[in-house]
Structures are given as structure tokens and as C-alpha cells.
């Protein structure tokens, strides 16, 4: 009796161990993936029709994460965008210039993950939007958001691929349109990443590949995975804070380099820059004159005299 006792114990021990195995390899199997980590980077190309002239506008930028910032009490991260623009005539008739080349560095969304959905600050409402939804099965239809207006986009198909030791999803999708989409998790969608899904009459961008610390872990298949056009400006290491944050008038900014800017640009959620003014008030304090900025949300482009760039979030209010 004594050794079916210990015998039934043992076999129970067994079980619950496997048990135990069992579902903590789950759970760490069924870990969420960090779709934002330091080093992503996506590679996008644009054509569309320029505004200033009978002329094609073509782009080929790069998308990385630089920084993050606090917005009612939520941690996103910062996108920034840069690469190189450069212009053709649609019809080559004599008397037709277009814009010279030029490259930019400008910001290109907040973003922050919540489990397997992607969440963007509208910087345009100030609200926080659903942007992508990974957690979906074959036949879930598409949540519209802010890149989505089609309501009849469904899962028809999901493989897998890996980005170093995570295993991600590809969802094929149908649409109205009978037009081939799919999503990437934790990348985007095949036609870049906050872009919308559905293309405009005359614009259209494809996500060409996605790289992580250099290793590229998705391409379309058809162009090389190019990270280095434009010039992507070298980041500052600069610990910068600013006072009051929302302001309407000055803004103080605090920090050990001041007297190293050569410049300083509001950018706004459109990417327009404006230059503003400021004056050092000792070795680490410097003013910012904001009246002149609308209402709402911007991106502080500060630039360095070595040519460095820091940027820091503000908010002009009323």
C-alpha cells in the first residue's frame, strides 16, 4: 500500500513537472516579439506628382527609431524619416524644370506596442489611434485605422518568418480591389509602414525591406536593400529637458552643451519647419521664443556647430 502510495506520488510529480515545462515553454515561446527595438530601420520609396511643376516627385528614404517621449503619461517612440527626393518630367517638352535633388531629416510619427497592436499619436487630434492589430486569425477582417478605410479587407492566409530568434507572422489579406496586400508583423504592410494601405490616384510607396542592427530580415523581393540614402545627420548625445512643457510663449531648455547650438527648428505634423529664436541665459539655460508657433504638438530639431542633431518633443499651447 505504502509503495503504491509513493509510486501514485511520483507518477503525479512527473505529471506536474511536464505540466510546469509545458506551459512555461509556452509562455516563453508565446512571448510578444518588440516590434520597436532599438535599430529597426525601414526602407520605403515614394513616386507621386510633384506640386510644383509637370514633373514626377520621387522618394527613397529610410525610417528609424530615435528617442521616445511621454504623451499623457504613454511612452512612444520616435520615428524619423530620411533620405533623398529628386524630380522628372512626366512629358521631357522643352521649357519643363523640375526640382533639384535635395535630402531631408524630418520626424515621421510616434508609435508605441501595447502586446501584439501598434498604437500612433495623432499629432493632428492629439489622441492616441490604433494602427495595426497582429493578433488575427484567418478570416478576421482588418480594424480600420488611420492607414486602413477599406472595411472589407480579410485574413485569407498566415505564414511565418523570423526576425533572429522571434518568430513573426505574414497575413495575406483579400480586398475589394482584388489588389494583393499582406501585413508583416510587427513591420507594417507592403506598402511601407504609417503610409495608408490604399494608394492615391497619384502617389503610390512600397516598403522595400526592414533590417535590424544591419540584418536585413524582409525584402520585397525586387530592389537591394539600400540604408543609406540621403544623409542621415549624426545624432547628439545631449541630455536636453525643457520648461514649461506645454508653453505659450518662452520655453527654457536645460543642458550641459548649450552653447554648442548652432540652431534650433519646430517641426510639425506635416514636417514643415520653422526656425526660431533663442538666447543663453548662463552656461546651461537657454531661451526659446515659441510665440510665433500655432497650437499643438512639435518636434525641436536642434543642431549642433559639429554638425550633430538632437530633437526633443514640445507642446505650444493656447
Request: glycine share 8%; aromatic share 10%; net charge negative.
Amino acid at each position: 500500500m505504502y509503495v503504491r502510495s509513493v509510486k501514485s506520488m511520483f507518477m503525479k510529480s512527473i505529471v506536474l513537472v511536464v505540466m510546469v515545462l509545458f506551459f512555461s515553454g509556452k509562455m516563453v515561446l508565446g512571448q510578444t516579439p518588440n516590434y520597436l527595438a532599438d535599430g529597426s530601420k525601414w526602407r520605403i520609396n515614394s513616386v507621386g506628382l510633384s506640386l510644383t511643376a509637370p514633373c514626377w516627385t520621387q522618394g527613397k528614404y529610410v525610417v528609424e527609431i530615435v528617442g521616445d517621449s511621454v504623451i499623457g503619461g504613454l511612452t512612444y517612440k520616435h520615428l524619423i524619416y530620411h533620405g533623398v527626393m529628386s524630380e522628372s518630367p512626366i512629358n521631357p517638352l522643352p521649357g519643363v524644370i523640375c526640382n533639384a535633388d535635395y535630402t531631408f531629416s524630418n520626424l515621421y510619427g510616434y508609435v508605441r506596442q501595447v502586446g501584439k497592436k501598434v498604437y500612433s499619436y495623432d499629432l493632428i487630434n492629439s489622441v492616441d489611434t490604433l494602427l495595426y492589430d497582429f493578433d488575427l486569425q484567418v478570416g478576421d477582417t482588418l480594424p480600420q485605422t488611420i492607414i486602413n478605410s477599406d472595411t472589407a479587407i480579410t485574413v485569407t492566409a498566415i505564414t511565418n518568418f523570423q526576425v533572429g530568434n522571434e518568430t513573426r507572422s505574414v497575413f495575406e489579406l483579400s480586398t475589394n480591389l482584388g489588389i494583393a496586400e499582406k501585413w508583416m508583423e510587427g513591420i507594417g504592410h507592403n506598402k511601407g509602414l504609417l503610409g495608408h494601405m490604399q494608394p492615391f490616384e497619384f502617389f503610390e510607396s512600397d516598403l522595400i525591406c526592414y533590417s535590424r542592427n544591419d540584418t536585413t530580415y524582409y525584402d520585397n523581393g525586387i530592389d537591394g536593400c539600400d540604408l543609406n540614402v540621403g544623409t542621415m545627420e549624426l545624432q547628439a548625445n545631449i541630455d536636453l529637458k525643457a520648461y514649461p512643457n506645454p508653453s505659450t510663449d518662452f520655453v527654457t531648455i536645460y543642458s550641459d552643451r548649450l552653447s554648442e547650438i548652432q540652431s534650433i527648428k519646430a517641426i510639425d505634423v506635416n514636417g514643415k519647419q520653422q526656425e526660431l529664436t533663442f538666447a543663453l541665459l548662463a552656461k546651461n539655460e537657454a531661451q526659446l521664443n515659441v510665440k510665433n508657433l500655432a497650437t499643438g504638438n512639435f518636434f525641436l530639431r536642434i543642431k549642433l556647430k559639429n554638425g550633430q542633431i538632437a530633437f526633443l518633443q514640445l507642446v505650444k499651447g493656447n
